[in-house]
């Protein structure tokens, strides 16, 4: 007894206790990193659903409603953009800043998590991962030197990353802000209004989520093709993801050094931007309510931003509604592929379809391994590829016929703003403003889901490889 | 010049004619038999079009329009059921007879040569296969012994499953029918037309057609449930597959030895009728326009009669467009799935699906391998599967935007009655017998591609597996 209370007093002691509590998150952090992906979010929207139910938050200076602060907060922490409540009039200026405040904490919490279930994944897959993971080109490791043998993932090294994610985002977004800042002035913005529009509007556009700080939005600025490029940007470099822009930053202009991940990500992104934008021309060129008053190169350059912004980004410079049936089941299927991996955008990343691709020429080629630009990826990305779709698929399909029970809304709004959701993209058909209470918790969750999941998902069932001892005999079913 | 004269005229010459017609013929179905299938399809469906042409084939005598000729040409030889026409009072008693024998050579068609493809990627899979070929359960060998060492399909052995296809189509038929018929006598209908009509609907029932002989349709006999559950009978059998069939009259009460084909066909069969059942009753039990003014056994069976068609028997004793919306998107996802390999029903079929979730649990578990009643499947099926969902999901999505665009129509609408036609369901919200001709063409080659497309495709890349000398340095993209 003596004994005890004597340690519980002496230095010793205490480094005991904080060795323990550095041991237990270590432990929790490495040998269930979703589950931790998962607790953070759910820490974060619970601390700002408390701030956006203060009163000092609102302009009316009542208290918001519960569902709306908790889907503002949902949509803040998980960059989507989307609400359920007139932003620019709803909040005041405090309840403005917890929204810039929210999406940066959100994005820097997802790169930063996104890349330790990356270093993880490295870390489970063994020796081979392992000396990739040494390479100098892997944007994962904060810091150069032999790999560690550990499995887990050290609190130095989160405390590493988050700084070098934090660092990135502060630089991009001060650049992308810098660019802003002088067309705003030309445009005739007070000084003030424009130094908070031009860092608020960059930090939407890095962090994908689309919010817009003036109550008109992007009308003011729809045919400002200097500004709307600056935002493209912007939500490209966001979209792309960190181990992209760590590739891009260190080796521009030497794309034969670039890791099969960055070839992939970068090509898929253009591919789909230009393919998204070509279909968006053809389909809305003769819509009187969209492109059909415009000529041909507003036409290429508003459909090519159009394109760009369901890769997450969600700022838009037509009324969704306005747009083509088609045209909405189009942007549809861009909003659920989504952006890079470990990136502010969501849906279920453009490797993810890139890989399934990649698997089904392999079959039509008869080639037993996937290959991209002279490399061969093993067989169970595909698999995990596989997981995320039907778990992303899965998700918006329990959402939409939710959604579609409680609001008897019409199929084309109701899925577009469910992947709108799903994908954390913003855009929107007017449906999320019109929710009744039940469908703002189910779509908040459609977006935390997405956001997490998509995330953690990839990153636990890589992570959960074993090998077995036996096998058992094979069978083959009949597909198709 | 006088040896080859001479050649030409003995009967020797005569039999090196035939000999090499066969062997070309065999070369052709042996090294291209999706181009085979595809062909035997297409000429199948140029016959009927030009059969539906003739004057003598319409109540009115006159010349039916070429659009509708073809797409219900294409819808009974894809045994689909959707109609442009009013089916009952626009086609005459002889186009009635050219629908009923068009989806019997549709359905002994499209079960033929799923079981060649099946009998082709058999023999290119090598020893192994063969071995687990050669076992007396599998139904794809049409008569015992051990398995020729030829690659090729031999035209005796697509005699020999024709012969033996068509067998199992008439018994099969003849039996429904026999139980249909006394019930038709009991309702009062009088002989010919009892005979007449148990015939027809048993054949649209056992090949998951869906068309009615009488004007009504099947809105007489909606309560009848003697008579819908034999229906369900019939479309059960059809769209359960040939190979199912086969094993189920051999060892019906044996289910420990039936293969991992049946099992996981009958089992995923099985879930998903009572999934989509209970999803049907939680979403229109208080629809008054559906199943509201119902007592629960009744809702319970109507919706049990529905999921079941979704398989895609395509009969429906409810208007589909008084659905909830909610239910037209569950349907939606029933009818993508489809039937089972090898059968007349449509869709990506039930064992593509669950290879997909085998392959994601298998992930989740961190087994190198899929498992399923105790046998291992080999990973390669699940990149086949994989192959055909993204097949599957192209088509409607590109079908989906084209008819949107011509149409304007609501994408509930749309979306149900283009996977209706790739699933070669037949039910339909009544868009189709909207659609102008270009739509007419756009939905009749949804049809095709669906039906043809996925039996070959996954038999296609099954069978085109190579082995590659070597191998290339490995990388692994992030995935999710
Ligand atoms: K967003
Ligand atoms: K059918």
Redesign the pocket.
């Known amino acids: 007894m003596a004994l005890k209370g004597d340690l519980h007093r002496s230095p010793i002691a205490h480094r005991y206790f904080w060795e323990r509590v550095r041991d237990a998150v270590n432990d929790f952090t490495g040998s269930s990193p979703s589950r931790f992906a998962i607790l953070v979010f759910t820490f974060l929207i619970l601390v700002f659903t408390l701030l956006f139910s203060l009163p000092i938050a609102t302009n009316s200076g009542e208290r918001a409603e519960l569902a709306d602060a908790f889907f503002t907060a949902v949509s803040v922490i998980c960059?989507?953009?989307?609400a359920t409540v007139d932003m620019a009039s709803h909040w005041s200026l405090v309840g403005h800043i917890f929204v810039y405040i929210g999406v940066q904490i959100g994005a820097v919490g997802v790169l930063t998590l996104a890349s330790i279930l990356g270093l993880v994944i490295s870390r489970r897959l063994g020796l081979r991962a392992k000396l990739i993971a040494a390479s100098d080109s892997n944007p994962l490791r904060a810091h150069h030197g032999p790999v560690s043998e550990s499995q887990a993932v050290r609190l130095g090294e989160v405390g590493n990353l988050l700084v070098t994610v934090a660092l990135s985002l502060v630089v991009i977004e001060a650049g992308v802000a810098a660019l802003l800042f002088p067309r705003m002035l030309i445009d005739g913005i007070p000084l003030w209004d424009a130094i908070w529009n031009s860092f608020y509007y960059s930090a939407m556009a890095f962090?994908?989520?689309?919010f817009t700080p003036n109550a008109e939005g992007l009308a003011r600025f729809e045919n400002d093709y200097w500004f709307l490029s600056i935002l493209m940007i912007g939500v490209f470099l966001g979209a792309v993801g960190f181990p992209v822009i760590y590739a891009l930053q260190k080796q521009l202009l030497k794309p034969r050094l670039w890791s099969l991940h960055v070839k992939l990500t970068v090509v898929t992104t253009v591919l789909l931007l230009f393919m998204g934008a070509l279909a968006f021309i053809i389909l809305e060129y003769n819509n009187p309510k969209t492109f059909g008053t415009l000529n041909a190169s507003d036409t290429i350059f508003q459909s090519l931003f159009l394109s760009m912004m369901t890769r997450?980004?969600?700022f838009a410079t037509i009324d969704i509604p306005d747009l083509n049936g088609s045209s909405l089941l189009v942007a549809d299927m861009l909003m659920f592929i989504g952006g890079g991996s470990a990136s502010?955008?969501?849906g279920i990343k453009v490797t993810t379809l890139a890989v399934l691709f990649l698997s089904a020429v392999a079959e039509a080629k008869g080639n037993p391994d996937m290959e991209a630009f002279g490399r061969r990826i093993p067989g169970d990305v595909s698999r995990v590829a596989v997981s995320v779709v039907l778990w992303g698929a899965t998700i918006v399909a329990v959402s939409t016929v939710t959604l579609l029970h409680i609001t008897k809304a019409s199929l084309d709004y109701v899925l577009f703003d469910v992947i709108s959701a799903f994908?954390?993209?913003?855009?929107s058909t007017g449906l999320t403003g019109d929710l009744p209470e039940s469908g703002k918790y189910v779509l908040g969750l459609t977006m935390l889901l997405g956001r997490v999941g998509t995330v953690t998902l990839a990153a636990a069932v890589a992570a959960s490889q074993t090998s077995k001892l036996f096998r058992r005999p094979e069978e083959r079913p009949i597909v198709g």
Request: aromatic letters at 0%; a neutral charge.
């Open positions: 960059v989507t953009g989307l962090t994908n989520t689309g997450s980004g969600g502010t955008g969501g994908g954390t993209v913003g855009l």
